[in-house]
């Protein structure tokens, strides 16, 4: 079973070991109205009956301006990193009863209120085969997410996606602009850049 390394500027910042898990997403997200520009995750699990649920390797890991962020899909077993549930995050906060995760129109004010902490964006993606896409900020791409999507049915490969959004495509439940739609083989890596 493969395993998934992240680095951040060629420092290992988490190693995952893929064998008792279902599905995991390693991605580098940020918005121009969030006080960092970038911030890496990683969480996945395995969800069924009596499994470990769901886990959280990385949450809000700092991206700079300038940082390379690669994730490699590297062949066989690896000693991994544990990853932890939310009431470990978390240990202070109540166990959680929300099943309803729609933005109201409330939220949906909120968001749109908040200022903008950053003029723009522009980031890379790149895999190690060769594909690369870069995208920036515009008056409506206001959001960017690069993921690295794996999972059990196909455990030698992981699906790479970048994309920009705004709330609008939220709401809409569309994904927005795609920049970068690929894969990446075991034994391959997928790399994200915060360029501006």
């Given at each position: 079973?493969?395993?998934?390394?992240?680095?951040?500027?060629?420092?290992?910042?988490?190693?995952?070991?893929?064998?008792?898990?279902?599905?995991?997403?390693?991605?580098?997200?940020?918005?121009?109205?969030?006080?960092l520009k970038?911030?890496?995750?990683?969480?996945?699990?395995?969800?069924?009956?009596?499994s470990c649920?769901?886990?959280?390797?990385?949450?809000?890991?700092?991206?700079?301006?300038?940082?390379?962020?690669?994730?490699?899909?590297?062949?066989?077993?690896?000693?991994?990193?544990?990853?932890?549930?939310?009431?470990?995050?978390?240990?202070?906060?109540?166990?959680?009863?929300?099943?309803?995760?729609?933005?109201?129109?409330?939220?949906?004010?909120?968001?749109?209120?908040?200022?903008?902490?950053?003029?723009?964006?522009?980031?890379?993606?790149?895999?190690?085969?060769?594909?690369?896409?870069?995208?920036?900020?515009?008056?409506?791409?206001?959001?960017?997410?690069?993921?690295?999507?794996?999972?059990?049915?196909?455990?030698?490969?992981?699906?790479?996606?970048?994309?920009?959004?705004?709330?609008?495509?939220?709401?809409?439940?569309?994904?927005?602009?795609?920049?970068?739609?690929?894969?990446?083989?075991?034994?391959?890596?997928?790399?994200?850049?915060?360029?501006?």
């Amino acid at each position: 079973m493969p395993h998934i390394a992240v680095d951040v500027n060629n420092v290992r910042i988490t190693t995952i070991n893929l064998a008792s898990t279902r599905l995991m997403n390693v991605s580098v997200h940020g918005a121009l109205d969030r006080t960092l520009k970038a911030a890496v995750d990683a969480m996945g699990g395995n969800y069924d009956e009596g499994s470990c649920g769901h886990l959280t390797w990385l949450i809000d890991h700092p991206v700079q301006l300038g940082d390379i962020v690669r994730v490699h899909l590297n062949q066989g077993d690896a000693n991994g990193d544990a990853g932890k549930t939310f009431e470990e995050l978390f240990p202070d906060e109540p166990p959680s009863t929300q099943t309803d995760f729609s933005i109201s129109d409330t939220m949906a004010a909120e968001i749109r209120a908040r200022p903008r902490r950053h003029a723009a964006f522009e980031v890379q993606a790149s895999t190690s085969a060769g594909q690369q896409a870069t995208a920036t900020s515009n008056e409506r791409d206001t959001d960017f997410r690069f993921s690295v999507l794996w999972d059990h049915f196909q455990p030698d490969e992981a699906r790479i996606h970048l994309a920009t959004y705004c709330l609008d495509h939220v709401l809409a439940r569309m994904a927005g602009t795609t920049h970068l739609q690929t894969t990446i083989r075991a034994g391959e890596t997928a790399t994200f850049s915060l360029v501006a």
